[in-house]
């Protein structure tokens, strides 16, 4: 292991989260590419020796987690409490944002024909859609998109890994019309 490697390696270790490569360059003093090969290394040494260690690549970030194998036993030790599975209006949020992000959440209201401000706070509250900014219309919607947790918890090295959608069919070719005039606008993304 070069001394870059290991550097790498500890410096994911403390951080705990997802870091981005740039910073990683920055704080081991190297460039992107030297990074990368190292990142590189490090994934082939953890999977060659199938080591308790996996190296998670989230868009431009990289990240240290335990190899699936291991995921039930480590979970055992680090929760104290399972948290609760996403409910199926949760799931279908969380389809729509992915789809379509970044979205406003009377878009998504539109969409499913309900109120979503409950699913979409509690989707906020868990880390797996963030704001995204405004909308720059009337009164400045906020977009949201999902977020690097949205990522791991599907097991997602980027939004390009999501499965394709369906084919519409000719009835459902549009989204619902919107009930009197709120969210009218929200149709044109």
């Given at each position: 292991?070069?001394?870059?490697?290991?550097?790498?390696?500890?410096?994911?270790?403390?951080?705990?989260?997802?870091?981005?490569v740039?910073?990683?360059?920055?704080?081991?003093?190297?460039?992107?590419?030297?990074?990368?090969?190292?990142?590189?290394a490090?994934?082939?040494?953890?999977?060659?020796?199938?080591?308790?260690?996996?190296?998670?690549r989230?868009?431009?970030k990289?990240?240290?987690?335990?190899?699936?194998?291991?995921?039930?036993?480590?979970?055992r030790?680090?929760?104290?409490?399972?948290?609760?599975?996403?409910?199926?209006?949760?799931?279908?949020?969380?389809?729509?944002?992915?789809?379509?992000?970044?979205?406003?959440?009377?878009?998504?209201?539109?969409?499913?024909?309900v109120?979503?401000?409950?699913?979409?706070?509690?989707?906020?509250?868990?880390?797996?859609?963030?704001?995204?900014?405004?909308?720059?219309?009337?009164?400045?919607?906020?977009?949201?998109?999902?977020?690097?947790?949205?990522?791991?918890?599907?097991?997602?090295?980027?939004?390009?890994?999501?499965?394709?959608l369906?084919?519409?069919?000719?009835?459902?070719?549009?989204?619902?019309?919107?009930?009197g005039?709120?969210?009218?606008?929200?149709?044109?993304?």
């Amino acid at each position: 292991m070069t001394q870059l490697e290991a550097g790498l390696e500890a410096v994911l270790f403390a951080a705990g989260d997802a870091v981005p490569v740039e910073r990683l360059a920055e704080a081991l003093d190297t460039t992107r590419e030297a990074l990368l090969e190292a990142a590189a290394a490090l994934e082939r040494d953890y999977d060659g020796q199938q080591r308790g260690l996996v190296l998670l690549r989230l868009e431009d970030k990289l990240q240290l987690g335990s190899r699936p194998a291991y995921a039930d036993a480590a979970r055992r030790v680090t929760e104290t409490r399972r948290p609760p599975a996403l409910s199926p209006a949760a799931l279908e949020v969380l389809a729509i944002v992915a789809y379509r992000q970044p979205v406003t959440r009377a878009f998504i209201d539109q969409l499913r024909g309900v109120d979503s401000g409950g699913t979409v706070a509690g989707l906020v509250e868990k880390g797996m859609i963030e704001e995204a900014g405004r909308m720059d219309v009337p009164g400045r919607p906020i977009l949201y998109r999902t977020t690097e947790v949205f990522l791991r918890t599907f097991a997602l090295h980027e939004l390009d890994e999501l499965p394709a959608l369906p084919a519409l069919t000719d009835d459902a070719q549009t989204a619902p019309a919107p009930d009197g005039d709120a969210g009218g606008q929200e149709g044109a993304e």
